[in-house]
């Protein structure tokens, strides 16, 4: 192969490699509505209790740097809005429900209703307004507060 050739194949695979990383950005913490989806129950990850309105259930790892970002971010909402608990599954000690659940990366992070049903689903470090946005889709609220 000569210098041209080696030249063109090092662009293209810089080319898609690029592309691969923006998609990858693009969808990394964005909630992704579920319709139909599975009902959760505390006892099926060993909380105590979920929130009375909606419960932003997080599972993280030990060493995982974007899980403690997000654990901030979910506990903030869940202590500033009314009936929204967080609560955070470390995959470290259960690592039955990452198969269980589908979880192939961490933080991924439900957003559930009073029920336990799955209504949204975030994977990567979340974004609040992404998190507010699907809480303001499951409670009906025109916008949840943050005071």
Known sequence: MNGL???AVLLGL???ATAAGLVW???TGRARRMTGGRTIAASDVGADAFGTGATLLQFSTEFCAPCRSTARVLGEIGSTTDGVEHVEIDLTDRPDLAGRF???QTPTTFV??????VHARIGG???ADEVRSALDDLL???RVRTD
């Open 125 to 127: 470090a979340v974004r």
């Open 25 to 27: 950005r693009a969808r």
């Open 5 to 7: 050739a080696a030249a």
């Open 112 to 117: 559930l209703d009073a029920a336990g049903a």
């Open 140 to 142: 009906g609220r025109d």
């Open 14 to 16: 810089v080319v898609v």
């Open 102 to 104: 589908g979880i192939l």
